[in-house]
């Protein structure tokens, strides 16, 4: 992989990450498209850019990574065991789900989940408005929603905010608890990724590594920021609409 082929799989990776369309069937078409086979370097560099995706959240949300919200992370531990339970036993078997047709039809499946609820929405004063504002219960249930982005294709970040969604929080405070879940998900797995393949940094290229890492973190950063801002404003109706055409884009080219 040279320096090109890491730019812009860092863009991918920064654009994709966060936004509820899925960065794995993203990294698929970029890897064929680019002609980058799948390889123990490949896995290793991937673990950096989402360490960088990682960094640009926590960057973000600087002001909530303190002592003073101990309750909201709490909360967010606790929507972060049912994913680290059913992850750890089924780790084993989750490559047998890794194909282009699962993630696809995922893909297809999420966005009409998207188009779905967000016809039944509606804004009510009950809502939950700040992700700090979520209760013990919601926050077990948006933990186990988590639990279908085990599945590949269906976005980790898609799956929380639907759970948020469904039980009882806004369009922001959803998405805010997401990507504020992300920083304890995203870091066990990079961690764990990280120790299972650290022998193979050996070989990489540190420059298009660095590159890598370094577009990733500036993407991600704004992806996000503005991604807050569009929420408050829109729906998730052209995330679904866009989720269903790359799931069929994909089929088809694939």
């Known amino acids: 992989m040279d320096s090109i082929q890491a730019i812009i799989i860092g863009i991918i990776e920064g654009f994709t990450e966060f936004l509820p369309i899925s960065s794995t069937g993203h990294m698929i078409v970029?890897?064929?498209?680019?002609?980058?086979?799948?390889?123990?370097?490949?896995?290793?560099y991937e673990i950096i850019i989402q360490f960088a995706a990682i960094?640009?959240?926590?960057?973000?949300?600087r002001d909530k990574?303190?002592?003073?919200?101990?309750?909201?992370?709490?909360?967010?531990?606790?929507?972060?065991?049912?994913?680290?339970?059913?992850g750890f036993l089924v780790k084993d078997y989750v490559d047998v789900l890794f194909n282009t047709q699962t993630v696809a039809y995922m893909f297809i499946i999420g966005g009409f989940v998207f188009l779905v609820l967000e016809y039944f929405y509606k804004e009510t004063p009950s809502q939950v408005r700040e992700a700090e504002g979520a209760s013990?219960?919601?926050?077990?249930?948006?933990?186990?929603a988590q639990i279908f982005a085990i599945i590949?294709?269906?976005?980790?970040?898609?799956?929380?905010?639907?759970?948020?969604?469904?039980?009882?929080l806004d369009r922001k405070a959803s998405s805010d608890f997401s990507f504020l879940l992300a920083i304890p998900v995203m870091g066990a797995v990079s961690l764990y990724s990280l120790l299972k393949h650290y022998h193979d940094f050996a070989g990489a290229n540190i420059t298009a590594f660095a590159l890598g890492?370094?577009?990733?973190?500036?993407?991600?950063?704004?992806?996000?920021?503005l991604f807050l801002v569009f929420i408050r404003r829109f729906s998730f109706v052209p995330f679904g609409i866009y989720r269903i055409l790359f799931g069929i884009l994909l089929l088809m080219i694939l």
């Open 30 to 44: 970029a890897g064929k498209f680019l002609g980058i086979p799948q390889s123990a370097v490949i896995n290793a």
């Open 55 to 61: 960094l640009a959240v926590m960057l973000i949300y």
């Open 65 to 86: 990574l303190s002592p003073k919200k101990i309750d909201l992370w709490s909360k967010l531990m606790l929507a972060f065991l049912p994913f680290a339970l059913v």
């Open 136 to 144: 013990w219960m919601q926050a077990l249930w948006i933990g186990i």
């Open 152 to 168: 590949p294709g269906t976005s980790r970040s898609g799956a929380t905010i639907v759970g948020g969604l469904l039980v009882g």
């Open 213 to 225: 890492f370094a577009v990733a973190f500036v993407v991600a950063y704004v992806t996000v920021k």
